[in-house]
């Protein structure tokens, strides 16, 4: 009995070893069509750090600095702050414009608390001037929209976490 239980739970296990690695093929294939069909339909299309929009033809890359600026307070709270850089290229590759977003928060571990206090944005480029912004906040979370000559081109949400770690969402 022990060895017949013993050898079922072994095929068992050999069979859930391979699934993962035909599911993960699955769904890659699924991403591919849907990255495909939605640059051929025109819909906007956010892969981690990167940000098309075929209709106006521009492309957008998105980098984080490493240097988290932390400043320690007297009380419990603590001040946080991070730069993102938005790399704007045209439909040719073309570096149109780089953004550049600096999000700074407050966070209290031992309160388990956090916001984002403000959000600072620079444009620096051969069409910085076409470009415009406006910003808004919601406790710990961040809301910068983009326009290029008036028309919204994309939104970029950031969080601040309870340990101070701000990030693109």
Known sequence: ????????????LCLSAFSPFAF???ISSVNDDLITDGVCNGIDI???NIVVN???GIVIITEASNNVHIVARMDSDQRASKTFSHKVYDRNGAL??????TVTGTYS????LSQIDS???TFNGGFASSFSYDTSTSGNLGYLNI???????NKFNSKIATNGYISNI
């Open 1 to 12: 009995m022990k060895k017949t239980l013993c050898t079922f739970l072994v095929v068992i």
């Open 24 to 26: 993960a093929a699955e």
């Open 46 to 48: 956010s892969l981690d």
């Open 54 to 56: 075929p209709e106006l």
């Open 96 to 101: 149109m414009a780089a953004c550049y977003s």
């Open 109 to 112: 571990q031992a309160d388990h």
């Open 119 to 121: 959000i600072t944005v």
């Open 147 to 153: 326009y290029f000559n008036n028309i919204y081109l």
